[in-house]
């Protein structure tokens, strides 16, 4: 809906390393239950009314933009929009991410991460080595009555950066 509902800050520079950037769980915990669309990494800070504003836009500093519709996943491959190609991979070649409709008259859709074993990996690259300020936004609408640990996590880059939250939504 376009409403900031919590953020965090961090200041020091950024480690960066050859990990893969994980969505949908934390070196094997954190599993997210929930939907999951709309996943943008910008290598600067934006405020919330850029973040507001440029939705569904593409902006200069926009490093990955994986838009989890049905339509943009070949096989089990979702493609990046940026320019960097940062696509992301699903995890276990044997089943899929469901997808669901949202809104009908735009064909809105997202996808339905189990909380289990489903993930999405996306490869190491320099674009995604962000050391200085950075920028990770997503369209979720987590079950929080079906987390089974007290964080869940959306993306994350091993020791680098992440988004997640805690059971209180925060």
Do not use: C
Request: aromatic share 14%.
């Amino acid at each position: 809906n376009g409403k900031l509902a919590a953020n965090d800050s961090f200041s020091g520079k950024i480690r960066v390393d050859n990990q893969l950037l994980l969505i949908g769980q934390f070196q094997g915990h954190y599993f997210y239950n929930g939907f999951i669309d709309d996943i943008k990494i910008y290598n600067k800070a934006l405020a919330d009314s850029e973040i507001y504003g440029q939705y569904k836009q593409q902006a200069g500093n926009l490093v990955m933009d994986l838009a989890l519709d049905d339509e943009q996943g070949i096989g089990l491959i979702y493609q990046d929009s940026s320019i960097y190609a940062n696509n992301g991979y699903h995890s276990n070649v044997t089943s899929t991410i469901p997808y669901y409709y949202f809104d009908f008259s735009s064909s809105r859709t997202a996808r339905l991460f189990d909380g289990i074993d489903d993930y999405l990996y996306v490869k190491s690259s320099d674009s995604l080595k962000i050391q200085d300020a950075i920028t990770v936004q997503a369209w979720v609408k987590a079950d929080l009555s079906k987390m089974k640990e007290v964080y869940s996590i959306v993306a994350n880059k091993i020791d680098d950066y992440q988004l997640g939250f805690a059971k209180n939504g925060k």
